[in-house]
């Protein structure tokens, strides 16, 4: 049983116990292409969720580590920006190649530092390579546009042209997709970057960046800092970083988002989500039942696409207790467990965060039909399990509702009609996902024009874009202009430049300058 990293594979090599006096291996700062050891006092114990045993410790980088970083891929902007486009493809087609050859490493450390199961964290590795894999045609996406003849021998073109150094600030629950969704993007349009993995899980990053390096990206372009509260203010105020793209919670996007602004910078921030599921009676009741528990509880609910509610439209809740049958066959342990259908919560704070919204919700008046906070898993008596929890005659006014849980809960409201539910949906603050699951293309359509959501499913419980499209969460859920990966990912790092250019044979000389607008 892998219960920890007690020998460490050839390819986790941003661990080691060089330079470390106690038995547990420190995590490495990525700066100009090499693993470098931090020489920071101040450490950040990383547990894997499923035993707490410490696995790894994580630096708060020194502020001189952290200019490091950035002097590292300022220099690399002066050459990278000026590589041809047919390089920068070069190195993300040997990229995408190498990420495929390695997920069943990435997921192993994954697995070991986030708790998911093996499966669902390769899923977590293949939806980040497709973002890679869509950066190979780099070619195509950042072309600009040409007007010729805008006026007599004057013609305009456009370029996308790259912002300088960048950086990102990544979320915990998806180690290799989220960092896959930011630097590949940036690097394929000529920026460099910086950037700070969470600092619960910082390994599938660590490798990503390695992979990239063996890939053939030269020094500096891309660089790993560690940190928590200091790293992200570095990252918001320094005059030399020009874009941040931020994944996470409210409060942290909300905060860079506003800090990082104030001092010019692009921001995009994905933040939190309640997303609902609509449940109409006309629907097909097997697929939608094993779609809803499935993406309610499938990562153990650590999904910003998790369908954490579901709204049950008239004769629909009589499948309710088809739908507890259903949860109750999950099977909890461990991640790297075979047979695993949800690992265990990334922490012990979230764990009680969970138990407590749980509460407030049986306090509040809601009926807990199945109840996953007294499940013990045998062998591993000490992780952050939460078995699959159902609250059912859920109000909008209750705090189960109005908080993200961000654990295996699945709240339940009844309404008893459609419009009632694209009302409540458009009421919540949220607009990250949604979905219906119905049978009549009218009632489909109905809900997809009129619903205040970014991203809707038709019989699709988490309709993530493919990175030929862009991840659109809207509302509450999203801070910025542009969105992440596909057409809106290249806007984001990228700078339209247009240059309105007259070539004539022969100079036409004016006796007189004009200073009034052409007409
Ligand atoms: P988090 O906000 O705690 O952490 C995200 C990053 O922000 C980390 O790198 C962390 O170091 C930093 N950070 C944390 N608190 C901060 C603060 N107060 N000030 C400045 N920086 C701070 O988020 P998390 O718990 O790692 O991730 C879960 C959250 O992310 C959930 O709310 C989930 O919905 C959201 N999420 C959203 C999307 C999306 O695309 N909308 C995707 C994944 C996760």
């Not at 690399?76 to 590589?83: H, I, Q, R």
């Not at 921030?269 to 809803?292: S, Y």
């Not at 509702?401 to 603050?429: C, W």
């Not at 309709?463 to 990966?485: E, I």
Request: aromatic share 6%; proline share 5%.
């Amino acid at each position: 049983m892998l219960r920890n990293i007690s020998l460490i594979p050839k390819s986790f090599q941003h661990v080691s116990l060089r330079g470390n006096h106690c038995a547990v291996p420190t995590t490495k700062l990525f700066i100009n292409n090499k693993m470098v050891e931090s020489k920071t006092n101040d450490w950040i114990d990383l547990c894997n969720p499923a035993t707490n045993e410490v696995i790894t410790k994580v630096p708060k980088a020194t502020q001189e580590e952290m200019e490091n970083a950035v002097e590292a891929a300022k220099a690399a902007y002066k050459t990278w920006s000026k590589t041809s486009i047919l390089t920068r493809q070069q190195v993300m087609l040997r990229y995408q190649h190498i990420i495929r050859n390695n997920m069943k490493e990435l997921a192993k450390s994954i697995t070991t530092e986030q708790g998911k199961t093996m499966v669902d964290a390769e899923g977590d590795v293949l939806r980040g390579l497709q973002v890679v894999e869509h950066c190979c045609s780099v070619t195509s996406l950042q072309l600009g546009e040409t007007m010729p003849n805008i006026a007599k021998d004057m013609d305009t073109l456009s370029f996308r042209t790259p912002l300088g150094v960048c950086a990102g600030i990544t979320p915990f629950n998806f180690p290799a997709m989220i960092p896959l969704w930011m630097f590949p993007v940036a690097l394929v349009c000529g920026n460099t970057y910086v950037i700070k993995p969470s600092e619960r899980d910082p390994g599938a990053c660590m490798m990503l960046v390695d992979m990239l390096r063996e890939a053939g990206a030269p020094d500096g372009v891309v660089n790993v800092i560690h940190g928590a509260h200091d790293a992200v203010n570095f990252i918001c105020d320094h005059p030399d970083i020009k874009a941040i793209s931020f994944v996470g919670s409210d409060q942290a996007g909300q905060y860079i988002y506003e800090r990082g602004s104030r001092h010019g910078k692009r921001v995009q921030a994905n933040m939190g989500a309640k997303n609902h599921g609509v449940i109409m009676p006309d629907a097909n009741k097997e697929n939608t039942l094993n779609q809803l528990v499935g993406a309610a509880f499938g990562a153990a609910g650590q999904r910003c696409m998790a369908l954490s509610t579901a709204l049950f439209v008239g004769d629909a809740a009589n499948w309710i207790p088809d739908l507890v049958e259903r949860a109750k066959k999950l099977k909890v342990n461990a991640g790297h467990i075979a047979d695993a259908d949800l690992g265990p919560v990334i922490s012990p704070e979230a764990k009680n965060r969970i138990h407590r919204l749980i509460q407030s919700g049986i306090d509040e008046g809601a009926h807990c039909i199945l109840d996953g906070r007294n499940i013990v898993v045998p062998g591993f008596e000490k992780g952050n399990f939460v078995g699959p929890t159902i609250l059912t005659d859920v109000t909008p006014s209750m705090e189960c509702y109005r908080e993200e849980i961000f654990g295996p809960v699945l709240v339940i409201l009844k309404v008893n009609t459609l419009d009632d539910a694209i009302n409540t949906i458009n009421s919540n603050m949220y607009g990250n996902g949604t979905a219906i699951f119905t049978t009549n293309g009218a009632t489909a359509r109905k809900f997809t024009q009129e619903i205040d959501v970014g991203q809707v499913g038709v019989n699709v419980p988490i309709p993530v874009p493919l990175p030929m499209f862009s991840f659109t969460g809207s509302r509450g859920s999203f801070r910025g202009d542009a969105n992440f990966y596909g057409k809106q990912g290249i806007n984001f790092y990228t700078q339209l430049k247009t240059v309105t250019q007259m070539w004539r044979e022969q100079d036409v000389t004016h006796t007189q300058a004009a200073v009034a607008m052409p007409t």
